[in-house]
Each structure stands twice: as C-alpha cells, then as structure tokens.
C-alpha cells in the first residue's frame, strides 16, 4: 500500500535521513502498521468529542513574569552546537538564490 | 533488599545509617550490575548525600520517610548537572540544566538518588533492547527480556540494587516491566504527578510512576511525588492525597470487575491459572466478583499508535542538532537537520516519528488522529460505565511472561502487541498498578488492577491486601 517514493516524502516531512536499505525497511513496516490501525474506520464516531485529557481542565494561568533562572539559562547556552556570545549561531535559513 | 517502610523504620531507630545502606546498594551494583545492565550510570555524590542526611538526623532533625533512602531514576528524568540519555544516541553527553519536579520532591524528602537506569530509546519499546547502551537482561532468567520501556528501573528493584526507582509509563512502560520482573509499578491517574523535567514521548499519555516492592511502598512515595505543579499546566489540584496508613485492612464488599475481552480463547493458561487463583482468594475474603465488558477495548492498541506517534512526532520535533545533543554539520541547514536525525535516532524512533508525520500530515489528520481521539473517548465512556459498577477492573498485566532476548526485536508489530493490556489504562486516562502474582513457566506474572480517575486509593486497598494475604 506505500510506495518507496511515498516513504522517501514522509523521512523528508520528517527531516530525517534515511538509506535505502532503511527506506524497503520502513515501506513494508509503515504499511503493515497503517494496515492495522486502519481497523478504527470501521467504528461509527459521528457526534463523539475528541478525548485530550482525563479531567476538563482549561485556562490553566500562572503568573506572567520571566521566571528563568539566570543559572540554568547559562547551562542551557552552554549546550548550543555553536553560538556567538549568548546567542545560537545556525547555517544560513534563506539562501541568496532564492 | 528490604521494603522502603522497613529501611526507613531501621534509619529512624539508628540501627542502620543511609550511609551503610547506600553502600550496601553501591556494592551490589558493582557486583551484579555488569551481567543486568540495568543502570547505566550511577552517582559519585550519593554516599556523600547520604552522609549529610545522616548527620541531620544525628543532629535531632525530624526526618520524613523517604530520608536516607536510595532512589534509581529512569534515564529521561531531569536531575539537574546529570547527563541524561533517554537511552539515545542523540542525546549522548547531555547535561541537564534543570531538574524535574518529582526529582525536587524527592530530594527535599531526603532521597538519594543512586543513578541513572536504562531504558528503550525516548521510552519506545516494551523490551528495553532498543536502548543505545544495549539490553538490559531480567533477573530471573537472563537470556529473556525484562519488559520495557522502564526495564532497567524494573531490573533495579528486582534484583535488590534499590528499593525504589522512577519510571515512565505512557503505553505500559512501569506496568509491563513490573510484571515480567515480579515487582510492583504503578502508572497514577494522568495529571496526578508532574510531567515538568520528564523528556516527553506521547504527552497526553505519559505518566510518572514507582517501582517498588510492595504496593505500600509505592503508595509512600506517591505522597511525596503527587500534586499540583505550576510548571505542568496538565497536572491537578488533588483535593486528597492517600495516606497508607489509612487504607482499609480487608476487601469485604470490595466490588472486583474481570472484562471478558481480556479473558479470551487463547491466553496463556497458567497465566489466567494465577489471575483465577487471585480472584479466587478475593472472593474468598469477601470481595463481590462480576464479569464486565469493555466493547471497545479491542480498539485500543489501533489508537494508541496513532495517538502515540502523532505526539511523538511533534515532541520529538526538538532535537535539531543546534540546540543541544547530537550534531552532524550538513552542507545546508535542512542537511544539517536530516543528517542529525538520520544519524542519531535508532530505529523504532524513527518508525513513529515517519509513522507520526504520516498520521498528522495534510489530509490524513481527520482520518487517524482525529478518529483516534474519538476512539478514546469510547474507551473511557467503557471504562467510566463499567467502573460505576465495580470498584475495580482486574486482568493480567501482560500477554506473557518475559520472551527471549531478540525474539520480537524485528517485528514492531507483535512487538507492540505485548501491550495490549495496559494500553486502555493510559488513553482512559485512568490510574492502574501491577501487581506480583506467582510465576508462569517459571517467571514472573502481575496482576493489574485499574481504577476511577484519581482513586488510586482503591488500587492500594485491594494491592495491599492481596501482597498480605500471598
């Protein structure tokens, strides 16, 4: 049911590298996976809510104040793969060409 | 090694020092920890924690009962300046920079935290075999697995490393590896325990939970874990929390379900032999048994993988290369991100994340996560008629005891089959706990018993007894 051009979309969606020994790999347990989970067409949900948590909660507030703690932002930065004083540094988003 | 409610009783009436005990655990790690690969990292400063807890308490300072005792977190729990892997390359020589809530409760409660336990990669798996840092074996027959995702916390407790250790159950992952390493686990009510500081895999289906000893044990260390946390806008105001020492004695009138889709043409023998002689001895005692029926239960495994991976996908989104873990430079930036991932997940991470990015992408979103959330809310309106009914819901807690090593490694589907049972607990959103229960082929059997929202009250009622009366 899923074609290697069809898995090769989704690991692009993704951003993930795939080989093509991986891509066979994928298409044949992605299908069979998608196969199976298809049975829940089959249940009639017409009317039912969608369930997102197990009591009703919403508008959760909390204070609206910086609350980051000087310390851990510094041992955050630290962990940047590149950075240029307390900023991270990242390859180029928009190329000139386009 | 001795239940948590013993230790603390011992360090309390000075016949034995956290220090001693800390050592004790340490020793055995070194020992026996090589062959299990349960911990994949364990603390230089623990004996150094427990020495300052002891002087405390020399010093007359009214300690709580987790003071002094040695606690093995799960690999994707934050303890801040601890590296933390959630058992994947990507994450290799990550520190955390801050710590989860459960981690600041335990901590203010006195505990030392002994180390970091292995796990299957992000938590996804149920034979702890896709973690980076290789297997982890169970301690009753090292050539099967030890469930998963949380194997090596179910491992550490098992073979008598710790008394206690953190998990992570989003599909099953305390229960399933509580039941094939014959201890306890417990994943609480959704919004019960703070998530803040756990790396996240499926969020509306994630949960905290203990692995312990006894079920009173793990009630024990709830008290100090549960509750309202600011940094989780999904955690609740519990309006009580449950004391042990206040749970009632026996199960006269105990009202026990048995769902006959979980009773099924086909199931292990002497598994359903052992649940029987359980339901048996309950009845015995007073317990009213029924037979209910959960319809749509049969479901639950089709919409958990598609609940899970969609989430897993979004949360997994993160991991970038640029911020922190893993990072492989590419020719662009796009290249950069492909090469990252490509590289530093395993397998099974990546089959959800694709099947994820399938799930959610344009024109399938109605058909799969949407449908699956609706599936859900059938499974909870089950599970909410049938527990008005009775009290609470018991089954086995897996399909069978722990298979070989490698058995069901390249066969994600049968591998996700292994659980069926637990699944329904995490998408009702409701508490559930697995339970020793004899042996089967030579292993280890748990029995679960699943509650009301928020009434784990009644797991420990009905776990309490059955753990005093076998």
Request: net charge negative; aromatic share 8%; proline share 4%.
């Given at each position: 049911m899923f074609t290697t051009e069809d898995v090769k979309?989704?690991?692009?969606?993704?951003?993930?590298?795939?080989?093509?020994?991986?891509?066979?790999?994928?298409?044949?347990?992605?299908?069979?996976?998608?196969?199976?989970?298809?049975?829940?067409?089959?249940?009639?949900?017409t009317g039912v809510a969608e369930l997102q948590h197990a009591v009703a909660v919403e508008n959760v507030f909390r204070a609206d104040e910086p609350s980051c703690n000087p310390e851990e932002r510094r041992r955050a930065i630290e962990m940047f793969s590149a950075k240029k004083g307390d900023l991270l540094e990242v390859q180029a988003v928009f190329s000139k060409d386009v | 090694m001795k239940t948590i409610r013993a230790l603390?009783?011992?360090?309390?009436?000075?016949?034995?020092?956290?220090?001693?005990?800390?050592?004790?655990?340490?020793?055995?790690?070194?020992?026996?920890n090589e062959s299990l690969n349960a911990f994949i990292w364990v603390s230089p400063t623990a004996i150094d924690e427990a020495k300052a807890i002891d002087v405390?308490?020399?010093?007359?300072?009214?300690?709580?009962?987790?003071?002094?005792?040695?606690?093995a977190v799960k690999d994707n729990i934050l303890v801040q300046g601890w590296e933390i892997t959630a058992g994947s390359q990507i994450l290799e020589n990550h520190?955390?920079?801050y710590s989860a809530t459960v981690i600041k409760r335990l901590k203010n409660a006195g505990a030392i935290l002994i180390g970091r336990t292995n796990m299957d990669e992000f938590a996804m798996g149920s034979s702890t075999e896709t973690s980076h840092y290789g297997p982890t074996k169970n301690p009753h027959d090292k050539t099967k697995v030890p469930g998963g995702s949380s194997g090596g916390s179910a491992v550490a407790v098992a073979a008598g490393f710790v008394p206690c250790a953190l998990g992570s159950d989003t599909g099953g992952s305390v229960r399933q590896p509580a039941s094939l390493c014959g201890v306890v686990g417990l994943k609480p009510t959704y919004g019960r325990v703070s998530r803040y500081g756990l790396i996240p895999m499926a969020s509306s289906l994630d949960q905290i939970g203990p692995f312990t000893l006894t079920v009173d044990d793990a009630a024990l260390v709830m008290e100090i874990m549960e509750g309202k946390d600011e940094n989780d806008a999904t955690s609740i105001e519990l309006s009580s929390t449950t004391a042990p020492e206040l749970i009632e004695p026996d199960v006269k009138g105990l009202r026990i379900g048995l769902p006959k889709e979980y009773f099924v043409e086909g199931m292990d023998e002497e598994i359903r032999a052992r649940i029987m002689e359980a339901v048996k001895k309950f009845e015995t005692a007073g317990a009213i048994?029924?037979?209910?029926?959960?319809?749509?239960?049969?479901?639950?495994?089709?919409?958990?993988?598609?609940?899970?991976?969609s989430e897993i996908t979004s949360n997994l989104g993160r991991f970038d290369g640029l911020r922190y873990g893993y990072h492989s430079q590419g020719n662009d930036l796009l290249d950069t991100y492909e090469r990252t991932r490509g590289e530093g997940f395993g397998r099974e991470v990546k089959r959800r994340i694709m099947l994820g990015s399938y799930t959610l992408s344009a024109g399938y979103y109605d058909a799969y996560y949407k449908k699956a959330l609706q599936v859900r809310t059938l499974i909870k309106q089950d599970f909410d008629e049938v527990l008005k009914e009775v009290d609470v819901i018991l089954t086995p807690t897996s399909l069978s005891v722990g298979w070989d090593l490698g058995a069901k490694f390249d066969d994600p589907l049968t591998m996700y089959?292994?659980?069926?049972?637990?699944?329904?607990a995490n998408l009702a959103a409701i508490p559930a706990i697995s339970i020793p229960c004899g042996t089967a082929h030579g292993l280890p059997v748990g029995l679960q018993l699943m509650g009301k929202a928020f009434d784990e009250h009644m797991l420990y009622r009905a776990g309490m007894w059955f753990e005093k009366n076998t």
């Amino acid at each position: 049911m899923f074609t290697t051009e069809d898995v090769k979309k989704i690991a692009k969606l993704s951003r993930l590298y795939i080989s093509e020994a991986e891509t066979e790999q994928y298409r044949e347990q992605l299908g069979s996976i998608l196969e199976y989970v298809d049975q829940l067409q089959a249940i009639d949900t017409t009317g039912v809510a969608e369930l997102q948590h197990a009591v009703a909660v919403e508008n959760v507030f909390r204070a609206d104040e910086p609350s980051c703690n000087p310390e851990e932002r510094r041992r955050a930065i630290e962990m940047f793969s590149a950075k240029k004083g307390d900023l991270l540094e990242v390859q180029a988003v928009f190329s000139k060409d386009v | 090694m001795k239940t948590i409610r013993a230790l603390s009783e011992e360090l309390k009436n000075g016949t034995l020092t956290s220090e001693e005990l800390v050592r004790a655990c340490l020793k055995k790690i070194e020992d026996e920890n090589e062959s299990l690969n349960a911990f994949i990292w364990v603390s230089p400063t623990a004996i150094d924690e427990a020495k300052a807890i002891d002087v405390r308490r020399e010093a007359g300072e009214d300690l709580g009962v987790l003071a002094g005792i040695p606690i093995a977190v799960k690999d994707n729990i934050l303890v801040q300046g601890w590296e933390i892997t959630a058992g994947s390359q990507i994450l290799e020589n990550h520190v955390a920079a801050y710590s989860a809530t459960v981690i600041k409760r335990l901590k203010n409660a006195g505990a030392i935290l002994i180390g970091r336990t292995n796990m299957d990669e992000f938590a996804m798996g149920s034979s702890t075999e896709t973690s980076h840092y290789g297997p982890t074996k169970n301690p009753h027959d090292k050539t099967k697995v030890p469930g998963g995702s949380s194997g090596g916390s179910a491992v550490a407790v098992a073979a008598g490393f710790v008394p206690c250790a953190l998990g992570s159950d989003t599909g099953g992952s305390v229960r399933q590896p509580a039941s094939l390493c014959g201890v306890v686990g417990l994943k609480p009510t959704y919004g019960r325990v703070s998530r803040y500081g756990l790396i996240p895999m499926a969020s509306s289906l994630d949960q905290i939970g203990p692995f312990t000893l006894t079920v009173d044990d793990a009630a024990l260390v709830m008290e100090i874990m549960e509750g309202k946390d600011e940094n989780d806008a999904t955690s609740i105001e519990l309006s009580s929390t449950t004391a042990p020492e206040l749970i009632e004695p026996d199960v006269k009138g105990l009202r026990i379900g048995l769902p006959k889709e979980y009773f099924v043409e086909g199931m292990d023998e002497e598994i359903r032999a052992r649940i029987m002689e359980a339901v048996k001895k309950f009845e015995t005692a007073g317990a009213i048994v029924k037979e209910v029926s959960l319809p749509h239960a049969k479901y639950a495994l089709a919409a958990y993988y598609i609940v899970a991976p969609s989430e897993i996908t979004s949360n997994l989104g993160r991991f970038d290369g640029l911020r922190y873990g893993y990072h492989s430079q590419g020719n662009d930036l796009l290249d950069t991100y492909e090469r990252t991932r490509g590289e530093g997940f395993g397998r099974e991470v990546k089959r959800r994340i694709m099947l994820g990015s399938y799930t959610l992408s344009a024109g399938y979103y109605d058909a799969y996560y949407k449908k699956a959330l609706q599936v859900r809310t059938l499974i909870k309106q089950d599970f909410d008629e049938v527990l008005k009914e009775v009290d609470v819901i018991l089954t086995p807690t897996s399909l069978s005891v722990g298979w070989d090593l490698g058995a069901k490694f390249d066969d994600p589907l049968t591998m996700y089959l292994s659980d069926i049972y637990t699944i329904t607990a995490n998408l009702a959103a409701i508490p559930a706990i697995s339970i020793p229960c004899g042996t089967a082929h030579g292993l280890p059997v748990g029995l679960q018993l699943m509650g009301k929202a928020f009434d784990e009250h009644m797991l420990y009622r009905a776990g309490m007894w059955f753990e005093k009366n076998t």
